[in-house]
């Protein structure tokens, strides 16, 4: 296999490889190896639709593929793949390579799966948080901000509360500020 191929999928830590039109292994990282049960052999023009692709779901896209009859993007949670065990994640996605028609598949195991979903939760919670935050943080500041916008309208102020209220009225203005910013943040 030529090594614009190979080195990219090396990188990555979660089993990947490359098909032909045929289906069969052009290329694939050391985590597809050990995932698929290679035990050191080469997956080198191994059928993957034959050996590996142990979910009927997924062999139910092997057609769509091999005759190029459409495009190939399955996305699947299946419960065992090549000689392993445990629930995996097979992505796939097909792509034409000049004349040739390819395939990369992705595999990630259950514990990877379920990493995700733990960061995306924590990240979901963090979200809610800002969105409380930003209630009680606008509610507190609407009250100060009024507040200081009667008396600073009231005749007969001494300056040094006058000054003293016009700085807390530019900071609460400040700190609205940084929550608008803070929500707009939490929108994107």
């Known amino acids: ?21 045929s289906g069969s292994i052009l290329a694939a990282n050391d985590a597809f190896a050990r995932l ?32 190029a009859s459409g495009p190939l993007e399955v996305d699947l949670q299946v419960p065992a793949f090549g000689a392993a065990l445990g629930d995996f994640r097979i992505r796939m996605r097909a792509f034409d390579a000049g004349s040739r028609r390819r395939a990369l598949v992705l595999v990630e195991e259950g514990s990877e799966i379920m990493r995700l979903r733990s960061v995306e939760s924590s990240y979901d919670r963090a979200l809610k948080l800002v969105s409380h935050a930003r209630h009680e943080i ?29 700085i807390l009225l530019e900071e609460s203005e400040r700190i609205r500020d940084c929550v608008a910013e803070l929500d707009s943040v939490r929108k994107r």
């Open 1 to 21: 296999m030529s090594r614009p191929v190979t080195a990219p999928l090396s990188a990555l830590t979660l089993g990947a490889a490359v098909l032909d039109a």
């Open 36 to 67: 698929a049960g290679a035990d050191g052999r080469s997956l080198s023009g191994r059928p993957f639709f034959e050996e590996f692709a142990a979910a009927e779901a997924v062999r139910e896209h092997a057609k769509s593929f091999l005759e």
């Open 138 to 166: 606008n509610n507190s500041l609407m009250g100060i901000l009024g507040h200081l916008e009667i008396l600073l309208s009231q005749a007969g102020v001494p300056d040094s509360i006058r000054k003293r209220a016009e």
